[in-house]
């Protein structure tokens, strides 16, 4: 068993910046990758970023440049920088860990090969 907690959510206005954290616990040591996924009210979960042990990544159009995916593996934390924030990132964030080697396939899937989620951590951004 795995367990996830995000931290770090917030409401901010539009421009703004927040940093997310998840913090691992349990047997992590089977993982290959860790993600960022996030659902708005009435929409479909979709993925954020991706990152596996040897520090690949893979984001999402809407991500990319606009948010960082790290790690830090002697904490067993996963982050998410998030700047320039809009009106449109305001959603619930989850993090997942799981087996996958596909990086851009879970993101692009919402989730695909993630066996363990975190509760998430709301985000909230205002014009």
């Known amino acids: 068993q795995v367990q996830l907690v995000e931290s770090g959510g917030g409401s901010v206005e539009s421009g703004g910046s927040l940093r997310l954290s998840c913090a691992a616990s349990g047997h992590t040591y089977n993982w290959k990758s860790m993600g960022w996924f996030r659902q708005a009210p009435g929409k479909g979960r979709e993925g954020v970023a991706a990152?596996?042990?040897?520090?690949?990544?893979a984001y999402a159009n809407f991500a990319s440049g606009r948010f960082t995916i790290s790690q830090d593996n002697a904490k067993n934390t996963l982050y998410l920088q998030m700047n320039n924030l809009r009106p449109d990132d305001s959603a619930m964030y989850y993090c997942?860990?799981?087996?996958?080697?596909?990086?851009?396939?879970?993101?692009?899937?919402?989730?695909?090969?993630?066996?363990?989620w975190g509760k998430g951590t709301l985000v909230t951004i205002s014009s």
């Open positions: 997942a860990i799981g087996r996958t080697l596909s990086l851009q396939r879970t993101v692009a899937a919402g989730g695909y090969g993630m066996d363990y």
């Open positions: 990152i596996n042990r040897d520090g690949n990544t």
